[in-house]
């Protein structure tokens, strides 16, 4: 293909939260570059920055995002409206591709009505099914054309189930990988020849998730200064407002009488990391992001107990954090409900302030995790896998 094709290739592409929409949104700069030939026209649901790469949102998802079951309730009207919207266009426009980011809950149902029209789909970043859930393999199997992941161990589960399966690297790595390789001089000095260390804080990216856990890690931040001369610097995400989080800790200062200092950073998390002795991540793609910056960690997670009653029996890992699961072993400690108590986080925390050795070992383990990972850039990767399954060397559809 040589001269600029005249009919345009509609694709459409589902982002079902902001977290996902990133991606979704990095992805289709790179089918762009890669099919530069193609006249693609994008359109599905997202956010600002999938509009801002030209995809025609039928609706903006920002904010939409909710942990556990019942908080889920409150936007089901919003999701309700969305998914048969989708599927209307689907219909109308017949687009060449179906393309399907996280959000799996919404995006497997729609992958079969999808699968019903005809459509090819591709699914990136794949359903947790390997911790939880294991019995949607067969759905996936059964609706999804080609499974695009970004955790190594992911493509050997899923080909050993008969998944057309691709691993493209991950995201995140990808995004940090250069600037973790430039991390300051200042990470490198002992903590015992500072004033004081400093603690990164990052409760979460959504409010109910900050609501439960900001207050467990504030008691840590507590224990540990009560010891220990020390900083503690709390990640805000952009979904999270400020006056929300200061409310959080006056109620918490109320409660407990404590004097620490919090500092609320709206910096990109990674910025903190890089500079922080150690920290305590809330469960999720952050605790990635530690290990790629190599910052000695704890995870910590709480959701509600009737959440946790109804989601526990569905669980098939005793491992939660991501690091852990990458690196193929539990490297990192993980507090998770009932054991999630200032005093036993704080105590780990102090321990990796004071003992050198134990911090020097833990960065250790996380540099080697983080080398599984590969040195592949997720989208180029993924959009060229894109390109040619579904657009070059005479697909049906190209």
């Not at 998914?83 to 980011?101: D, G, H, N, S």
């Amino acid at each position: 293909m040589n001269k600029q094709e005249s009919s345009v290739t509609p694709i459409l592409i589902v982002a079902g939260e902001s977290s996902g929409e990133s991606h979704a949104a990095g992805l289709v700069r790179e089918i762009r570059r890669q099919l530069p030939t193609k006249s693609l026209e994008f359109f599905g649901s997202g956010g600002e920055q999938m509009a801002a790469e030209g995809v025609h949102l039928l609706l903006d998802v920002s904010g939409l995002g909710a942990i556990g079951p019942w908080a889920a309730l409150a936007n089901a009207g919003n999701y309700l409206w969305l998914y048969r919207e989708l599927f209307r266009q689907a219909k109308t426009r017949k687009p060449a591709l179906a393309i399907l980011v996280d959000f799996p809950d919404f995006n497997l149902r729609l992958a079969s009505k999808l699968k019903e029209l005809g459509i090819p789909i591709c699914y990136f970043i794949s359903p947790q099914i390997w911790a939880w859930r294991s019995s949607r393999v067969k759905q996936i199997k059964r609706n999804v054309d080609l499974m695009l992941v970004i955790f190594p161990f992911e493509e050997e589960f899923y080909k050993s189930r008969g998944v057309t399966v691709h691993y493209v690297g991950n995201p995140s790595a990808s995004r940090l990988r250069s600037s973790a390789s430039k991390r300051e001089e200042y990470r490198d000095t002992e903590v015992s020849s500072r004033h004081q260390a400093l603690v990164a804080l990052l409760p979460g990216s959504r409010k109910k998730e900050v609501e439960l856990i900001l207050p467990v890690m504030l008691d840590a931040a507590h224990y540990v200064w009560k010891s220990h001369p020390a900083r503690f610097l709390l990640v805000k995400a952009p979904a999270v407002g400020k006056e929300e989080i200061e409310m959080i800790y006056r109620n918490w200062m109320d409660k407990t009488e404590s004097k620490i200092d919090l500092e609320v950073c709206v910096s990109n998390s990674h910025e903190i990391l890089s500079q922080a002795d150690c920290a305590m991540v809330k469960s999720g793609t952050s605790t990635l992001e530690a290990m790629i910056s190599e910052v000695p960690f704890a995870m910590v997670y709480r959701i509600s107990y009737l959440s946790w009653l109804l989601l526990r029996p569905f669980v098939q890992t005793d491992t939660y954090c991501l690091a852990n699961l990458v690196a193929g072993q539990q490297i990192v400690p993980e507090f998770i409900q009932k054991n999630a108590t200032g005093e036993r986080i704080g105590a780990y925390m102090l321990s990796l302030l004071t003992k050198s050795g134990k911090r020097i070992e833990m960065k250790r383990l996380l540099k080697q995790a983080r080398g599984r990972l590969g040195e592949k850039d997720a989208y180029v990767e993924g959009a060229r896998k894109i390109a040619t399954s579904f657009f070059l060397e005479g697909n049906r559809r190209a």
